[in-house]
Each structure stands twice: as structure tokens, then as C-alpha cells.
């Protein structure tokens, strides 16, 4: 079956524009993680869902960054004011309740 | 807090040659260790996993075991191929679901 997928593959924004990630996650898995990876790093959790619930969002650096899952499914990773900073892949892994997480390729964001 | 560390790479193998990758982990309950890998243009996959003290995890001729007394799950291979080549990525859980990784060991294996 289909696994995880994102988009945009890639993404330039310049500074101070804002930026939508979306995950669409396998479809019926509860649970939605968000990453960051920064270039050389391994990724850095940012934040979780289960269905709609935001669970976990200690994770993400700035109040700039939000996330949502409206309707228990796809998510969207949204950056307000974007910063050199924020350059990263921005990956997206989706699991049943517990258990492995599967991970979509990954959105590289660069900011210029 | 609770991290993950990893032998800096990269590493670079001649093909059959004998793999490790250290993974030491810092951890204030009982987590669960796994293995990922991420081929070149392609996502984290799990490679392997183990849950409890003294398990072994063991995918595609890979091994790591859960060492306690370490605070170790060092990845081994006997016999490297050129197709094993990708970035490796040892990583903890706690209880709940937030994975704390490391900061990948890049492979290199040439013929």
C-alpha cells in the first residue's frame, strides 16, 4: 500500500515568507509525528498527534511554528515569518497507536 | 536528558568488510533502541529494533544488541555490499511515542 507521502518535495522560501508543509500519513494510523532535520543531524522531534489531538508539542522552537490535523488524517507543518534558521528536511512519520514509525521522504525547506 | 550518541563518520569499507557503528544512549527509564536507515533520496526505514535488556535485533545480516551495563546498541555486519551503503541512525523510545535520535553514521561500502 501507499506509505507516507509530503509536499512539497522541496521548498524556498525567502525570509519572512510564510511556508505549508503537508503529510499525507498511511492511511488508518492514529498517531502523526513531525521532525526536524537539520543538515548533517539526525532528526529532531517536534511534534505529535493522535487523531486529531495535538498531544506533544514541546518540540517545536518558536511560537512561528504550528501544526494542525483537523480531521484526524492529513497534516500541515506551518512556518509563519520563515528564517535561515528554519533550513531544514522537515520529515513526516505516521504509526498506529504504538509502535513503528514510517517515515515519508521528507520536505527540504531552504530559506533564503 | 535523555539522548542518543553515535561514532562520528563517515566510514568508508571495502566491500565484505566488518561493520560497526557504536551507539551509546543516555536514558532516565527503560527505552526501547532501533536502528534506522536512510538510502540515498529515500526516508528513514526501520531496520531493526530491540525492546528489552539482552535482546537482539537482527534485519538484512545486520545485528545490535541491547547492552544495559553499556548503555550500548552497537550495529554490526559481517560482510558489507556495496548496496548497504546510506546513513545510519541509532535512536531511543521511552514510553510514549517522541523518538530521540542520533546524528547518523554515513557508509560508504566500494567494490
Known amino acids: 500500500g501507499a506509505g507516507v507521502s509530503q509536499s512539497p518535495r522541496y521548498k524556498v522560501a525567502k525570509r519572512g515568507q510564510d511556508v505549508a508543509l503537508r503529510c499525507d500519513p498511511i492511511?488508518?494510523?492514529?498517531?502523526l509525528f513531525w521532525y526536524q532535520q537539520a543538515l548533517g543531524q539526525g532528526p529532531e522531534f517536534l511534534t505529535y498527534f493522535q487523531n486529531e489531538a495535538q498531544l506533544d508539542k514541546s518540540g517545536l522552537p518558536s511560537d512561528r511554528f504550528f501544526a494542525e490535523r483537523p480531521e484526524g488524517s492529513v497534516s500541515t507543518l506551518k512556518i509563519q515569518r520563515t528564517q535561515q534558521e528554519d533550513s531544514a528536511v522537515y520529515l513526516c512519520?505516521?504509526?498506529?497507536?504504538?509502535?513503528?514509525?514510517?517515515f515519508g521522504p521528507g520536505t527540504r525547506l531552504t530559506v533564503t | 536528558g535523555d539522548s542518543v550518541t553515535q561514532m562520528e563518520g563517515p566510514v568508508t569499507l571495502s566491500e565484505e568488510a566488518f561493520l560497526t557503528i557504536n551507539c551509546t544512549y543516555t536514558?532516565?527509564?527503560?527505552?526501547?533502541l532501533f536502528w534506522y536507515v536512510q538510502y540515498p533520496g529515500e526516508g528513514l526505514q526501520l531496520l531493526l529494533k530491540a525492546t528489552k535488556a539482552d535482546d537482539k535485533g537482527s534485519n538484512k545480516g545486520f545485528e545490535a544488541t541491547y547492552r544495559k551495563e553499556t548503555t550500548s546498541f552497537h550495529l554490526e555486519k559481517g560482510s558489507v555490499q556495496v548496496s548497504d551503503s546510506a546513513v545510519y541512525f541509532c535512536a531511543l523510545r521511552l514510553t510514549g511515542n517522541q523518538f530521540y535520535f542520533g546524528t547518523g553514521t554515513s557508509l560508504t561500502v566500494i567494490p
Open positions: 512519520a505516521s504509526s498506529l497507536v504504538t509502535g513503528q514509525q514510517y
Open positions: 492511511s488508518g494510523h492514529v498517531s
Open positions: 536514558a532516565t527509564g527503560y527505552p526501547s
